[in-house]
C-alpha cells in the first residue's frame, strides 16, 4: 500500500517561484524499493478545466514529459532516500494557479501520463498578477 502526502503550496506573486513536495509511505517502499522504481508523476486542476498531466518521469525506461506550456520552467525530481518527489516551479504565472496532485506508479511518455494508482490529495498554487 501506498501513501502520497503533497505539500509546498501557497500563495506567489507572478514570475516567483515554489517548490512543491510529495512524501511517499506505506509497506511498498519497505518491503519492496523506492520511487525509483516507479513513474511519477505531477497533474493539476484548475476551476472549470480538466485535471492535465504537468509532468512524468520514468527512470526504468528513461521517458520524461512536460506539458508544453511549463517546459523551462518547470522541473520534476525525486529522493528515494527520502521517498520524496519534487515539482519546482519557477517564472509562475497567473494561468499556473490550480490544485496539484503528485501520482505514482503509472505511465510516463513522450506524449503524456497515465492510468497512474497512486494518488496524493493535493496542495493548492496561487498566482497573483
Known sequence: EVQLQASGGGLVQAGGSLRLS???SGSTFDDYGTLDDYAIAWFRQAPGKDREAVSCISKRYGKTY????VKGRFT???DSAKNTM???MN????EDAAVYYCALDGYASTYGCYDYNYWGQGTQVTVSS
Open 76 to 78: 520534476v525530481s525525486s
Open 22 to 24: 510529495c512524501a511517499a
Open 66 to 69: 512536460y506539458l508544453d506550456s
Open 86 to 88: 519534487y515539482l519546482q
Open 91 to 94: 517564472s509562475l504565472k497567473p
